[in-house]
């Protein structure tokens, strides 16, 4: 994603966390490569001092914010209830729903007529998922927040939308699932296959760009590898 907006003449600044520095120093560097400025940024989205603090650093570097884009995310799967532990649900909203109210109310003041926010959601969000109750809640709320923030935006002409996945083949998904698993995953799709993120990747330069969505606030994309029906 974040290389296909360099592509398109952005410049990307990306947050992640100390753990994933690697990861974040291979994106920037493929960013810096498409001939664009990439900035990343260490800290804990759970935390809406850091999310000031992206924000800041940002401007500092970049100069303005014309998109936003939340799509970092936990899950785990649980087998039920029982094994779903209060930290857990803790960590999956903080990390999933409160990490994009964050960064919103971090950005917004920077934002003008014409810029974008753009949501990472789920099909899980509306179609539920028996071993990520707590995941799918949270993509369920994220689903509400981007038709709410619409309306609440649209006169200042902010746009809002969501970009809503079936599997996808990213870390997140094969993280904690054996091999067996892995190996089936997303082969109940229509096209027997998980996306892959450049599949995916599009759909968010579409919501950011005014030229090809200047009417369109308030949706949910969902990209299900052949599926017609969702919730």
Same mark, same amino acid.
């Given at each position: 994603?974040?290389?296909?907006?360099?592509?398109?003449?952005?410049?990307?600044?990306?947050?992640?966390?100390?753990?994933?520095?690697?990861?974040?120093?291979?994106?920037?560097?493929?960013?810096?490569?498409?001939?664009?400025?990439?900035?990343?940024?260490?800290?804990?989205?759970?935390?809406?001092? !850091?999310?000031?603090?992206?924000?800041?650093?940002?401007?500092? &570097? =970049?100069?303005?914010? #014309?998109? $936003?884009?939340?799509?970092?995310?936990?899950?785990?799967?649980?087998?039920?209830?029982?094994?779903?532990?209060?930290?857990?649900?803790?960590?999956? /909203?903080?990390? +999933?729903?409160?990490?994009?109210?964050?960064?919103?109310?971090?950005? $917004?003041?920077?934002?003008?007529?014409?810029?974008?926010?753009?949501?990472?959601?789920?099909?899980?969000?509306?179609?539920?998922?028996?071993?990520? =109750? #707590?995941?799918?809640?949270?993509?369920?709320?994220?689903?509400?927040?981007?038709?709410?923030?619409?309306? +609440?935006?649209?006169?200042?002409?902010?746009?809002?939308?969501?970009?809503?996945?079936?599997?996808?083949?990213?870390? $997140? +998904?094969?993280?904690?699932?054996?091999? &067996?698993?892995?190996?089936? !995953?997303?082969? #109940?799709?229509?096209? &027997?296959?998980?996306?892959?993120?450049?599949?995916?990747?599009?759909? !968010?330069?579409? /919501?950011?760009?005014?030229?090809?969505?200047?009417?369109?606030?308030?949706?949910?994309?969902? =990209?299900?590898?052949? #599926?017609?029906?969702?919730?």
């Amino acid at each position: 994603m974040a290389v296909l907006f360099a592509r398109e003449g952005a410049d990307v600044a990306i947050t992640y966390l100390p753990v994933e520095k690697t990861d974040a120093r291979e994106t920037t560097q493929a960013i810096e490569d498409e001939g664009r400025s990439a900035f990343s940024i260490a800290g804990d989205l759970r935390k809406p001092a !850091f999310s000031r603090r992206a924000v800041k650093q940002t401007l500092n &570097k =970049l100069g303005k914010i #014309d998109i $936003l884009v939340n799509n970092a995310a936990y899950q785990q799967h649980q087998e039920s209830l029982e094994e779903l532990s209060e930290e857990q649900w803790d960590r999956t /909203f903080r990390t +999933n729903i409160y990490g994009y109210f964050f960064m919103v109310k971090a950005a $917004l003041p920077h934002l003008k007529k014409g810029s974008a926010i753009i949501n990472t959601g789920s099909i899980t969000g509306l179609e539920g998922s028996r071993h990520l =109750l #707590d995941y799918s809640a949270t993509k369920g709320a994220i689903h509400a927040f981007t038709k709410s923030l619409a309306q +609440n935006l649209v006169e200042q002409g902010i746009r809002v939308n969501c970009v809503s996945p079936g599997p996808v083949w990213t870390p $997140l +998904n094969p993280s904690d699932k054996p091999a &067996k698993k892995v190996a089936e !995953f997303g082969a #109940d799709t229509p096209m &027997k296959r998980p996306a892959q993120p450049e599949e995916i990747a599009p759909a !968010f330069v579409y /919501f950011a760009s005014e030229l090809d969505s200047s009417y369109v606030t308030g949706e949910i994309l969902t =990209l299900l590898g052949g #599926d017609t029906t969702a919730g």
